[in-house]
């Protein structure tokens, strides 16, 4: 197996749910600033040139969704069976964490990488945090009384792995104590930590400047 990696993205929670299964794929890095996701080399392996992509089972899969499902359908454990309600509910968790995922992104976009700093917009800033606030209460709810996003720890856990690290840069944890609860309680996991390799942030927290 071979992992087409960025310390603190998306490709965090492949490498989680392997580091879980017990498995050490090959992993193979690449920038998100060099301009190397766009090459002919990376194309090949993610049509959209987006991190992350897995070589397994002889061929390769992007889409990190479809890579955690794929990783829980061949090996056992860490999702319910298909057909049944919890599948359903491990589903939503799965894409969930991508709805969430994309705001974090166009944060990281225009609160971090988007060059020059003028051509970043308070008013999209704060658009998107709302949206983040959003999502995050809506964990909050669900979290309430339970330990984990499922009966029990599972991929759809996993799959938060590279929203741990961004969600509360944005939105402060003081509102959240049960998502924060739960994001502690996935970092103290072993697998968690062998899989956070770096972090795409150098402050705590990130304010929308005023419009
Ligand atoms: N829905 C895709 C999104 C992948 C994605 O956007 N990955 C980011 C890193 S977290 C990326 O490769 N960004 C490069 C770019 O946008 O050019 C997935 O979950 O795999």
Redesign the pocket.
Known sequence: MRLHH?P????M?VLWLLEEMGARPEVREWS?TDGS??SPEFRAL?P?????ALEVDGRVI??????VQYLTETRAGFAPPPGTLERAEFLEWLHFA?TQ??LL?NL??QHIFLRPESARSAALMKLDTRRLDLTMRAMEAHLTGREWLLAEFSAADCMFG?NIDAMFRFVRAEGCPALSAWAARCRARPAYGRAMDGTLYTRDFYEVPDA
């Not at 959209?48 to 992350?52: D, L, N, Q, S, T």
């Open positions: 960025i603190g993205s998306r490709s929670r998100l996701l766009r993610s959209a040139g987006r991190i992350p992007f889409e990190s969704g479809a890579i991508e995922g994309g992104q990281n976009i590279f």
